[in-house]
Structures are given as C-alpha cells and as structure tokens.
C-alpha cells in the first residue's frame, strides 16, 4: 500500500465526523501491554486500522507514559522483556524497527531533542538518536533517590529530566550539554508536607506540571522547585496530565471523569471539574491535533475515548469509547506524514 493509500484508508475510515481541521492525517495509537505486546493503531474514529506486534512483553501498570511518539517515531515499552519497542510510520503504516534493551524493567519513555529518554523501576537512561535510529547502547545512566520499583513517569524539561517516583518523590536529573543524563537525582525542593502517590506529569518550556494523586493535587515544578500546588476539588486523584493550549486536563480515577484547568504564569486555576465522563478508571491520556485521548479501564476491558477540543478548551467526544481487550498501557496522537 502507498502512503497515498495508507492516508486515504483513515480519511475513509474518518470521514466527516471528525470536526478538528487536520485530523483526516490523525492516528492515535496504543499498547496492548500483554504478554504478547502489540502496537494498536486507530483512527479518531476509533476504529483499529492497524496492529503490530512489539516484539516484547507487556506488564507494566501505575506508570505513566508508557508510550510516547515524536515526528513519525513511537516509542513503547516491554516492561516484561526489559526493552522499549521502536516504530516508524512509513508508506504502509507503522513497522517496527529496533528493539532497545534497557538496564532496568521500563515504565515510561520521553523524546528529547536528540535522545531517547527511559525511566526504568530504579534508573534513568539516556539514549542518542540518529536520525530515525536509536543507539541500542544507553550513553547515561543515573540511579532513581528511592529506586524501590515506584518510578511513575519520566518528562523532558530545558537541560533536566522530571521524574515521579510514587513513593512520594518529584526529582530532577541534569542533562549533559550534548544530552545524556548525568549527575545524581536531586529532589525538588517544596514537596508538600501531605505529599501522597506523586505519579503522571506534562512538561512544557521550564514548566512541569504534576500530579500528587492521593493527595488530589496538582502541582506547577519550575526551576526544580515546586511554586504552587492546586486542589482536584471535588474529583478524586487525579493521576495523567496533558496540555493543549492554556488548558490543562487531568484524567481522575477513580472518579472517571476528566477535569479541565487553566494554566498561566505560576497559576493552575480550576475551569471545570468535569469536562468530560469516562467508561472506566484512566490510566493515561494525551493530546495533539484537535484531539485529547484517554485510556480508560473497567475490570478485564480497556475503553479509547476520543475528543475534540474547541479554542476553547471544551471536549466533545467524537464517538463511543472503542473496547480494547485487556489491559492496555500509554496513548500517543500522532499526525500522519510528520
């Protein structure tokens, strides 16, 4: 197939309901995360156009980007194989291109400018990237300050990595100037005295803003600093973050819903506390082209829920939640031909 025809196959599939200007090119793609890994690949209408298999295992949980994507690359993680699964989007879709090992089970994967940054149960390890080709050979490696298997997420800040570990730690660790990880992990300091479950974040420029689930927080980390914290109201553990715009949205579980907020200068100001409803508790969620996604579990099934998003921050959910068997794991969207 031709990537005329790979593309023409989502417009079809597509069609006229998606609202957002650009999405006829709109991928959003998934993990199966069983023990038989697979790439999913849907349409914003959420119809499967596409599976892969990962070459690895699944198994991983409470983490946050699992799977993450930049340009035409996806990274995923093999929590069970100890390696992260390298995609591509080519002429007839995605195919699967390297598989990296990684010195410690992967929880979280993040693109930096040149490097593959991943956040394994006690370490962190940078990887350089060229081209579409990711080093198989780590170029850094720091030790996590708790390092007792409850690293959360890993996100990419100007010359640093944030990282969550769930018992209670938000650090940094510096980036050397060509871009591998270096130094120690330094917690950040004005960790709330209540801190509970640190877990999903979203970085953007200098700012990183992040989740203290349990506590039912959201807190703004600059300069390795925490500079406010902002209460859920009333929806229950916010736990993934992403960013469109001035908005920001947090997915809560358990109270299945998704919440919307403003973010400006070092103020997370609450809009609304439910701008969207889910079929099941969150496990991850993600933005990019008119569109935020949302992985939601309920027992044995997994639901895709997909939404449009106005100038205005206001979700409209473009079709029923499309069922996922078993537990899939990280949510990317990806505009096709990037």
Known sequence: ???????????????????????????????????????????????????????????????????????????????????????????????????????????????????????????????????????????????????????????????????????????????????????????????PANVNTPFGLVARGGNAYVTIAHANEISLVRDGAILTVTNSGTQNAPCWLTLVGPYLFSSNSPSMTVSKYAVFGPKIVQVAAVAASLNGDPTDIASGDGLVAVIAGSGPVTYLSIFSVDEDGNLTLLQPAATIGGAANGIAVIQAGN
């Open 1 to 191: 197939m031709t990537k005329f025809g790979f593309f023409s196959l989502m417009v079809v599939l597509i069609g006229a309901a998606v609202p957002a200007a650009n999405a006829t090119n709109v991928a959003v793609v998934t993990a199966s995360n069983a023990t038989t890994n697979q790439l999913l690949v849907y349409n914003s209408s959420g119809t499967l156009i596409q599976t892969v298999p990962t070459g690895g295992q699944g198994g991983v949980s409470g983490n946050a980007g699992g799977l993450e994507a930049k340009g035409n690359l996806v990274a995923v993680v093999n929590f069970g194989s100890l390696n992260v699964s390298m995609f591509e989007l080519g002429s007839t879709g995605f195919r699967l291109t390297q598989l990296v090992p990684t010195i410690s089970s992967p929880v979280s994967v993040a693109f930096g400018d040149d490097h593959l940054y991943i956040l394994g149960t006690t370490q962190v390890e940078s990887h350089r990237i060229f081209g579409s080709n990711v080093n198989l050979a780590p170029d850094g490696e720091v030790s996590l300050v708790v390092a007792d298997g409850s690293a959360a997420q890993v996100g990419v800040l100007p010359n640093q990595l944030i990282i969550t570990e769930k018992s209670n730690m938000i650090e940094t660790v510096d980036l050397l100037p060509e871009g591998a990880v270096g130094g120690i992990a330094t917690p950040v300091k004005n960790i």
